[in-house]
Structures are given as C-alpha cells and as structure tokens.
C-alpha cells in the first residue's frame, strides 16, 4: 500500500481529550499551525444535548462513547510467569474515545493532590524507617514543587468553572474547605454545588468524630462560567447523569465545552477523527521525530510531518506507542534497566451502602460530583508508619446518580426479575454510600510492554499489563474498611453491606473500579528511571512530549483529571516559552 504524504505542520497532536485539547489550543494560540489526529469519531453536543434521553443502558452499560476492546485493548496477567489474555469486554477500566476522549465522560471531580502527594519518595525516606516498607516498591517524586506547579492548577481550574470551598487561601486556613490542601494562590472559581441528604448526614457525623469534611471539587458548574478561552459553561441543574454519560446540558467541563469551541475558530488548528495512529517516525539519529505513521479512515497509510510530536491519548495508548516507536528504552523488571512501561499503577475503591427506612435521598437529583469528602487518610496527615504501610484515601459521600440499574438494593434482593422490581419499589431512594479512593503505589515487577502473543488488526502488538494487589494496598484497605464501618455505626441505618478487599484479595479485571490508570511513561529527574523530564518531554527524543496520566510514577487518593490538566499547559507554557526559541532538551540530564 502506498503512503499518502500530508503537508508538513508545526504540531501534530495524537488524541484530542483533555491533554490533546489543551496542547493544541495553548499552542496555536502562540502561532503554531497544529493538527489534531484523533483514533475515534467526532463528538460534538448536537449527537446528545437536551431533550435527547440519557439512555441508562447505552451509556452506562453498554459504554457507548467509550472505545471497544476491540479497538484498544490490553492484555493483563497477575505476575511475569503466566501468559496474558486480551481483554474482551471492559469490567475494571473503560477508556474513551472520539474527540474528548475520557474527558466527555468522566464523573468530573476537580481535585488536587497534596504537596505530600507530590513529593511522596521524599516523605517516605523521612517518615519511615528501614523494612517497613516493601523492598519491591518503587515509588518517585514529581519533578517539580508545589510553587511551580501550582499555577497551572488554577489555569486548569478556571478553564473548568471548578465549584468548592476554598481551604488554603495563601497559607490561611479557610473554614468550610479541606484543610490539608496546598496553598491556593486563589480562591475557587465558584461556589460549590448544593448539598444533598446523604452528604449533609456524612458532613455532620465526620465533622462530631473530628474529620474535616469539605465539599466535592467539581466540574459540573454551580453557576454560569466564561473561561479564559471565552467558552460558556451552563449551571448544572443536577439531573444525576454525569459518570459515563457526556452531559445533556452543558454543564460539565470537557473538552468541548471548555476548550473545542473556541479552538475549532482558529484558521491555525485543524484535526481529523478515525485517524489511528500506529508510530512516531524517528529520523536515523534516533534524536528527533519527523512525524507519524496512521491509518486513516478510508484504510489508507498516511504520513503526517511535524516538527513536534505530541502524544495525548490514552495512559495505555500512550505508552504503547512509545514501544512501538522505539522512543526511550523498554522497562526490564529483572534487570530494572529501561523506562518505558514502569511505575505503572492503577488504584482500589470501595465502601459502605447504608440503607434507612424513614429516609428519602431523592437520588436522581444530583451531580456527578454532589457529596462531601475528608483528606484526613492522605499521605502524611494520619500515622501511616506505625500500621506498617504508605498511602491513604479520600473518603466521601457522593450522591453521583440515581439511574435505576445502578441502584445498590440489600443483600438478598434477586438481580433481576419481579424479585427485583419489588426491591426496587420498596428501597429506590432510601440509600447512601460511604466510598473510599485509596492510592496505589508502584513496584518492581508491576509494569507494561508489549504482548508476544497477540497483536491487533494491523499486525501491531497489544500492550501487555502485568498487574495484582500488593501488601501494602490489602493493608490500606482494611484499615479503611475500619474507619468506614465506624462512620456507619455513627450513622445507625437499619442495615447496610460492604465491599473492600481481602487480604487475599487477587485484581478482579470484571469489575468496574475506575479509569484512573497511570505510570508506564513517567516524569522524574533521572533519565534512567523516568521517560519524561518535568516538562513532559521524552530524555531521548527531544521534539516528543507525553502529557497524559502516563506521567504519573504512583497513583495518589486524588482524582487524576487536575495534575493531568496542569501538568499539560506546564509543559505547553515551556515549549512556548523556550523550545520554540532553542528546539532541544529542556533539561540537562
């Protein structure tokens, strides 16, 4: 087949979600003519807004505007002596797809993580002494501090419209607002969404039990919002469809909504969807990328030329086209030589449904991220040496939907039939969650690279997790499972079930957890332990940058979507700022 050459542009951009968005709107603004390649169609709110029904089944169940495995799947094995399966249907992760990528779908919970979060290996190595931690944890530091990131945090947020309490205006502690945050240069955007039942009931019983509760950072607007690129985001009006559903009303920060607006007016910018891009070419020093190889929509090979690659898709995707391009050295977990593929995390939730009779939560009035949530379990704000483990979690009520197939019933209700009809007569509405998102530290021999065995339709091979719970996480888990249980004590419902993990407990790949993956190809200081520099550009090829949850060398308690979006228009500032005027290495190695 032959390839068809297109013409040459500044900036090609592979993956048009949240990073994808930023990089080619922040550069273009600066006078670069980008291109947009994204592997999905185009999504654009004609295809669902209001008065379209928010069909529960389609999106939810049968994840509509998510990629099929078929389209990106992984294989995954527990440890390095089992053979990989491909994965056949989503259960613990569902990645997106088109334009918006995960960004369309997600729950939109705006938060940050901790300066300790960010600094974790540095926390550690001060906190914990010699053998308490597992030798095989191979947890980093972030490449930057909090001062220099922290400014891209408020960009990020005032594109989104972010909705919450302020706790640390400038070093001030703020009442109302999570005490162990960073400090904020400035104050949320918005004020937070409206309090529902269940979060009300959580908020009083944590704060008597002397936890900090504090309102969900969201990106579902609490009023109307112009952002910085001149986009208007309506308020929302809480209709409960948020989490695997774009939103019917506008109201939820995306890709579209945010950013595509004003980006698809500028003459400089253009994109094409069902573009799949399969590698970056190199030039023959091995120093530099000429362009990428994709497969177009009509089937055809195509070859676009850039004088910078930026890679924004998927965590997955991202990494595997690294491997298949020959961009920095694979990850050996034997030798612990190479970099591409290690630090790969995923994370464990869980929690209590409590049920009350005399109660009525009216469920289907809410927002993606309506609840309350408390930082006392992060890294550092609780004594995490002395039970024998790193990490932590937010914990939270959240009252995300009210769609009835996602509906918790009491144990023994039937899954389905007049059994379940019945249940859900007599208890729709008179339950609450309590739910934990825990971190998830990385380790030797938890890694990805590219499966021997199975490829996809083009020939190319799928990428390959090796992956399972560890020590340390089972351990968090059930000192979690103890703080929960007494939060619901406290509450006194007339029964309740809980789900956390065992000790024992093995990754169960059928069960929905969160798309929250990272690592693979990581930012650090040491081009032999980190892909990327603080900047998000490849050590080996200069003119390549990764921003994308990839980045990420653990995972922290904190929802991923903020330092993705921060970390972006940081690496997006620095291009403009510097690579432009002197194209190479940003930082010396």
């Not at 001062?147 to 302020?166: A, L, N, R, V, W």
């Not at 559903?245 to 007016?265: E, F, G, I, W």
């Not at 030589?337 to 939730?349: P, Q, T």
């Not at 921003?547 to 308690?557: I, L, T, W």
Request: hydrophobic letters at 35%.
């Amino acid at each position: 087949m032959a390839t068809v050459n297109k013409e040459e542009v500044d900036v090609v951009v592979v993956g048009l979600g949240w990073a994808g968005s930023l990089m080619s709107i922040e550069l273009a603004m600066a006078g670069l003519k980008v291109r947009a390649l994204e592997r999905g169609g185009d999504r654009g709110y004609e295809e669902f807004k209001y008065p379209k029904p928010a069909d529960e089944y389609a999106y939810a169940v049968r994840n509509k505007v998510m990629a099929t495995p078929a389209e990106a799947a992984v294989t995954v094995r527990y440890n390095m002596s089992e053979t990989a399966l491909p994965t056949r249907k989503w259960g613990a992760f569902a990645p997106g797809t088109g334009v918006g990528g995960s960004g369309l779908h997600w729950t939109a919970v705006l938060i940050r993580p901790t300066p300790t979060d960010l600094k974790l290996k540095t926390y550690a190595d001060e906190a914990y002494k010699p053998g308490i931690l597992q030798e095989d944890m191979r947890i980093m530091d972030f490449p930057f501090t909090w001062d220099e990131i922290e400014p891209y945090y408020t960009k990020f947020e005032h594109i989104c419209g972010q909705s919450g309490k302020t706790g640390n205006l400038r070093g001030q502690i703020m009442e109302g607002g999570d005490p162990f945050e960073g400090p904020r240069s400035e104050p949320y955007p918005l004020p937070a969404l409206e309090d529902t039942l269940n979060s009300s009931m959580f908020a009083e019983v944590t704060k008597k039990m002397g936890y900090h509760p504090f309102p969900n950072p969201s990106a579902c607007v609490s009023r109307a919002w112009t952002n910085p690129y001149g986009n208007q985001i309506a308020p929302c009006n809480y209709c409960g469809y948020c989490s695997k559903y774009p939103c019917l009303n506008y109201s939820k920060a995306s890709p579209q909504t945010a950013v595509m607006d004003a980006l698809k007016r500028m003459d400089n910018f253009s994109y094409e969807v069902h573009a799949n891009v399969m590698k970056v070419v190199l030039h023959d020093d091995k120093k530099t990328a000429k362009g990428v190889i994709y497969i177009d929509a009509q089937g055809n090979e195509c070859f676009q030329p850039a004088k910078i690659v930026v890679l924004s898709s998927f965590q997955f995707c991202n990494v595997r086209l690294m491997l298949l391009s020959g961009i920095g050295k694979p990850y050996n977990p034997i030798t612990e030589e190479g970099v591409i593929g290690r630090n790969y995390a995923f994370l464990s939730n869980g929690g209590s449904t409590l049920f009350f009779k005399d109660k009525n939560f009216n469920p289907f009035a809410t927002a993606g991220a309506t609840g309350q949530m408390f930082n006392d379990l992060s890294p550092g704000n609780f004594d995490g040496p002395s039970l024998g483990f790193i990490g932590g979690a937010k914990i939270h009520s959240s009252q995300a939907t009210g769609t009835p197939i996602s509906t918790a019933l009491p144990k023994g209700t039937p899954a389905w039939g007049t059994g379940w009809k019945e249940g859900m007569e007599e208890w729709y509405g008179h339950s609450m969650k309590i739910s934990i998102t825990t971190t998830c530290q990385s380790y030797r021999d938890i890694y990805l690279d590219l499966d021997p065995n199975y490829k996809d339709e083009y020939g190319y091979p799928l990428l390959r997790m090796t992956f399972d719970w560890k020590l340390n996480e089972l351990k968090l888990q059930q000192h979690l499972k103890q703080i929960v249980g007494n939060i619901t004590k406290e509450l006194n419902p007339d029964s309740y079930s809980e789900s956390f993990l065992p000790m024992d407990a093995h990754f169960d790949l059928t069960k929905y957890v969160s798309t929250h993956n990272v690592g693979g190809a990581v930012m650090g200081d040491n081009p032999k332990t980190s892909a990327l520099n603080k900047y998000l550009q490849s050590w080996d090829v200069h003119n390549v940058f990764v921003p994308g949850g990839n980045a990420f060398p653990q995972n922290f308690q904190a929802n991923p979507t903020d330092t993705i979006g921060a970390i972006t228009l940081m690496a997006a500032q620095a291009i403009k700022d510097h690579y432009l005027k002197n194209p190479g290495p940003l930082v010396q190695a």
